[in-house]
């Protein structure tokens, strides 16, 4: 196998300027991610709070660590101490547990909301009419000038098939519920600018619709391990 940096670089040439990227590493050590850091990167994506928690202590501090993996309420805490950016919220009662703890922290978070349109991919996340029904109340909830929450934007995955159409299809869904926020809701917020969407094997389909960012775990830092 060719060594972080080597996948890494070969990640980064294939993706155009406006694309950035999130290296998923979920599962791998932290010299793993010690040597994409050595390699230039900078911003790691995590699914839970225990690991991310212990790996942000070991590694250095300008490390942008954005949770991307479902979030319970009883782990809030330990995850706003340590990331950047939450990319999976996916409800509005975790988003006002974010902004608590932030508050009560004094920690500033970014936010995406979470969309679910895959057909079995994962449960989680908002329905997009859901999404569409809470909208105003999020943007309410965050619209204080010392809210220490922003929403940026939105995340999605697209269901897990070789069906092209579909995954395709999949991410146009998501890209729509970004522009109904964009222009609706979110229109006075010109951070309200992120479209996270496309993993290793499907983020080419990603940016054809329109993605800002790519979570990508396996094309650089090889399979997990369970
Ligand atoms: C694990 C994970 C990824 C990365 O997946 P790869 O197929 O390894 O690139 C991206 N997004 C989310 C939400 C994940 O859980």
């Known amino acids: 196998m060719d060594s972080v940096a080597v996948r ?4 980064r040439a294939s993706l155009p ?3 950035s990227l999130v290296a998923v590493s979920k599962f791998h050590p ?22 991310v928690a212990d790996k942000a202590r070991q590694l250095p501090a300008d490390i942008e660590w ?11 805490r330990q995850v706003v101490a340590c990331c950047n950016v939450i990319q999976s919220v996916d409800s509005e009662r975790l ?13 500033h978070i ?17 329905a997009p009419q859901e999404l569409a029904e809470a909208s105003q109340r999020i943007a309410t909830a965050t619209s204080s000038a010392d809210c220490p929450v922003r929403v940026v934007g939105v995340m999605g995955m697209a269901s897990n098939t070789d069906d092209a159409t579909r995954v395709s299809d999949d991410f146009k869904a998501i890209r729509r519920c970004f522009d109904y926020l964009r222009s609706g ?12 969407m496309g993993m290793s094997h ?21 399979e997990r391990e369970y």
């Open 17 to 19: 300027e406006s694309v």
């Open 202 to 222: 499907d983020r080419d389909a990603a940016i054809a619709q329109g993605s800002t960012m790519v979570r990508v775990g396996t094309d650089i830092f090889g």
């Open 30 to 51: 932290a010299q793993a991610i010690k040597e994409a850091y050595d390699a230039g990167q900078r911003v790691f994506g995590e699914s839970r709070a225990k690991e």
């Open 66 to 76: 954005h949770f991307i993996g479902h979030l319970q309420t009883n782990k809030v």
């Open 185 to 196: 809701v979110m229109s006075v917020r010109p951070e309200f600018a992120v479209l996270s």
């Open 95 to 107: 988003l006002e547990a974010i902004i608590a703890e932030a508050t009560k922290q004094q920690r």
């Open 110 to 126: 970014d936010v995406l909301l979470q969309v679910h349109v895959a057909e079995e991919e994962t449960k989680f996340g908002f």
């Open 8 to 11: 890494l670089d070969r990640v």
